[in-house]
């Protein structure tokens, strides 16, 4: 069962692994061959999307960091404003809720306390609520109009990893939802559909990546701080590996849009702080490339997860090599070797991986 490590020593390492499969089962039944079944939203679904103008998402913590790699895919093939704010902000800050507000809060457990009441506060002022979430009958379920549950199955590790994976393959259902009121075609929407469908397979081939991860780890177990990298939908992945290195290492780990490094954190790169990069395979790559050299230049040693060839290793840039995705699905594809890097981390500190000191799984108070 799911809540058996079975041969894995830790559930997050359990749960990383088991990726491929739950991202197959949160596309069960949703996608046919070329388009998106909608009626998985709930069946007020169609009427709903028809109405919305912009979307506004709550969540905290790695929930959160999805919400942020959706604003770019909301913005980009849907076209309408898309808001992202950790829930505890909120809750308690007069805001304004412009109408046809898509309410979408993303959660694991569908019991975060800050984010149920974010949702309890402005329920009757928008034009619908809809959550991605893993528990199904959780609070947030129970309350929202909509629903979308990710099917990841119990997480029980602290450390969210295949939550966090299958929230993203939720989200990009979400949408095409939107998109094909907004101009999406048919052709981009059955593209879409198709590299939803093929990343099973090629998360397969990123968790293949484990034993260069692990030899990689042993250049971070001693370091007191460490800085992330990315730009795009890549800065949010960046973010998530920085947390996941925080959370279960205890290593102080920074993350940063590339393009901000030269507004304050290339003060802090030396010999003693790692950089880790995401770089995108697509145009920005050669932006990423010139903040790279900035580090280089001050003795930084850089790790780049990179497209084959797109990248090359020389004195102090080891470049991983990422296997091939389409462009539009890199953000799930490079998560999971940060997953990875932040596990064997926590692995050589000889930390309680599954359950890191001073976090719970679910923080249902205040
Ligand atoms: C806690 C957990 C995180 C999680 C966050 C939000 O901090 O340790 O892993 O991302 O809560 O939880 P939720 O269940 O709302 O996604």
């Not at 009441?117 to 199904?136: F, G, K, M, T, Y």
């Not at 849009?257 to 290339?266: I, Q, R, S, V």
Request: glycine fraction near 6%.
């Amino acid at each position: 069962s799911s809540a058996d490590k079975g041969e894995f020593k830790h559930y997050m390492l359990k749960e990383t692994y088991e990726q491929p499969e739950v991202i197959k089962a949160c596309l069960e039944g949703r996608v046919s061959d070329d388009k998106l079944l909608e009626q998985c939203f709930g069946v007020k679904a169609g009427e709903i999307f028809d109405q919305v103008k912009q979307v506004q998402i709550i969540a905290c913590g790695t929930s959160f960091h999805a919400g942020l790699i959706a604003k770019y895919w909301i913005e980009d093939l849907v076209g309408i404003p898309c808001m992202v704010e950790v829930a505890s902000e909120y809750r308690y800050r007069p805001v304004v809720i412009p109408e046809g507000t898509l309410f979408l809060t993303i959660s694991q457990s569908g019991e975060t306390a800050d984010t149920l009441a974010a949702l309890r506060e402005v329920q009757s002022r928008v034009l619908a609520s809809l959550v991605i979430c893993n528990v199904p009958g959780s609070t947030l379920v129970r309350e929202s109009d909509l629903a979308l549950m990710t099917n990841a199955g119990p997480e029980i590790g602290v450390a969210s990893t295949k939550a966090f994976t299958t929230q993203l393959v939720a989200l990009m259902l979400t949408t095409l939802a939107l998109g094909r009121r907004n101009g999406l075609t048919a052709e981009r929407e059955s593209a879409i559909i198709a590299a939803l469908k093929k990343l099973p397979q090629q998360v397969l081939h990123a968790l293949e990546m484990d034993s260069d991860i692990e030899k990689m780890a042993q250049s971070f177990a001693e370091k007191q701080h460490s800085l992330f990298l990315g730009r795009g939908t890549l800065y949010p992945v960046a973010k998530e590996g920085a947390l996941k290195l925080k959370e279960i290492s205890y290593i102080h780990a920074e993350s940063y849009p590339a393009g901000e490094l030269k507004h304050g954190p290339l003060a802090l790169v030396d010999k003693e702080m790692p950089v880790v990069a995401v770089a995108p395979q697509n145009d920005m790559l050669d932006k990423l490339k010139a903040n790279l050299q900035e580090v280089r230049a001050r003795g930084g040693e850089l790790f780049v997860f990179a497209g084959s060839d797109k990248v090359q290793s020389e004195e102090g840039i080891y470049v991983l090599n990422m296997p091939e995705c389409e462009e539009i699905m890199q953000p799930v594809l490079y998560t999971i070797p940060l997953q990875l890097l932040s596990y064997h981390v926590a692995i050589l500190k000889g930390t309680d991986v599954d359950q890191p000191r001073n976090l719970a799984k679910s923080v249902t108070v205040e």
